[in-house]
């Protein structure tokens, strides 16, 4: 089959850029801000129980991702955000004026003038250290490039957010974003208008509510089977003690990892190991390196040998579907001849290995044809390297927590489709 025909999604930062590194790029026409710009909402200090609740939309097919309404602005304004834990800036396409802008829902962001300066730490955590120049000291430039080739270039901005608590308390944060007034499209484009990012970084989303001291540093999702689920920041909807933790590496510190894993299949090890593996829900499908791909693939064969499987080649969903005997319309249809448990097995510094598993419903879709296809893919033919990436299909019906505070990743199996009930903290 035709090489990138596959609808590829992949939203996971691969290089930032100081734009004054390369001439190609042109300046904002935003003049600098001369005033304040510290934060406002001191009346919510002391409040880190609290945690802010999202309903989001979408599915890992035919969609292909999942958006979240943020409102922005003063009066507030809605965009529609991909949710990325991928990478760490929230950006949105943006009228500076606007050199390239894709086809979006809401009309241009207009941003404030209300410019982050260059040498403000969540301007430097935007670039690699050492490469980053301040040729404009008012402002902040930035380059995001996204591992399937799509790219957001801009400058930070602060801007007001509206956010409810849980318990109905309203807060209005200033935070930085990006003003996006030069996008290049990736190998699948999504019309929306920006990305929030879920990251690692300072100058993520949370971690800037986290240093206004309105939130924990803890982000988790819930992604439906169905479609839809909910976002949260702030760790006051789960119980934690239900929760499967695993220590985030230290060593890949640019993405969520609990570091390197060893691939088993039904169960049994298979040998492939040191998996550097990310959880990354910018990316709708799994994406392995090519040795273990191949054992995923070589493996589900054999187990469908002499079953009235065929495999369905005309069928280019995904590189790799099957045909029965008649359509398939759910998953759950296909499970008699996919038993097999998929998992990978982190082994956390010589203690017990935790294992994150993945069930028929976490690597396999049902086309539009009514075949059954792979949704793990061959992370090496688009360029990931050695990175091995779990995408929003391996994550349905269960919640994924990031907990960047005490470095952990956790995960619990959870019904997605309705928001969690929470306590009230007044
Ligand atoms: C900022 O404002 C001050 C006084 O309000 C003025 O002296 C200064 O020139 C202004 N700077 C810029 C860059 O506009
Ligand atoms: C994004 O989510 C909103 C609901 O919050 C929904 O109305 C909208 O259709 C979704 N947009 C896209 C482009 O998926
Ligand atoms: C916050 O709650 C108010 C009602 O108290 C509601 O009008 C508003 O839409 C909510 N904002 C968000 C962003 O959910
Ligand atoms: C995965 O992609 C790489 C690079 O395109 C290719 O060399 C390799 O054969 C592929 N692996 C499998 C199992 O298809």
Known sequence: MRKGQVDVFILLLFFSLSSASDQRWRKAMIS????????????????????????????????????VTINIGHPPKPYFLDLDTGSDLTWLQCNAPCVH??????????????????????????????????????????????ADGGSSLGVLVRDTFSLNYTNGIRLSPRLALGCG????????NHPLDGILGLGRGKSSIVSQLQSQGLVRNVVGHCLSGIGGGFLFFGDGLYD??????????????????????EFHFGGKATGIKNLIVIF?????????NSQAY???????????SGRSLKEAPEDQTLPLCWKGRKPFRTVRDAKKYFKTVLSLAFAN??????????????????????????????????????????????????????DNEKQVIGWSPANCEHLPRFRSYM
């Open 294 to 304: 191949q054992a995923v693939t070589v493996l589900l064969k054999k187990e469908l």
């Open 349 to 402: 510094s010589g203690r017990r290995k935790t294992l994150f598993e993945l069930h028929p419903e976490a690597y396999l879709i049902i086309s539009n044809k009514g075949n059954v296809c792979l949704g793990i893919l061959n992370g090496t033919q688009v360029g990931l390297q050695n990175l091995n990436v779990i995408g929003d299909i391996s994550m349905q019906d269960r919640m994924v927590i990031y």
């Open 240 to 261: 934690s003690s239900h929760v499967t933790w695993t220590p985030m590496s230290q060593e890949f510190t640019k993405y969520y990892s609990p570091g390197s894993a």
């Open 101 to 146: 802008c894709l086809e979006a829902p809401h009309p241009l962001y207009q941003p404030t003038n209300d410019l982050v300066a260059c040498k403000d730490p969540l301007c430097a955590a935007l670039h690699p250290p050492g490469d980053y120049k301040c040729e404009s000291p008012d402002q902040c430039d930035y380059e995001v490039e996204y």
């Open 280 to 288: 990354d829900s910018g990316s709708s499908y799994t994406y392995l």
């Open 32 to 67: 600098a801000y001369n005033g304040s710009s510290s934060s406002s909402s001191s009346v919510m200090m002391n409040r880190v129980g609290s945690s802010i609740l999202f309903p989001i939309h979408g599915n890992v097919y035919p969609t292909g991702y999942y958006n």
């Open 181 to 188: 007034y030069d996008q290049i499209p990736g190998t699948s």
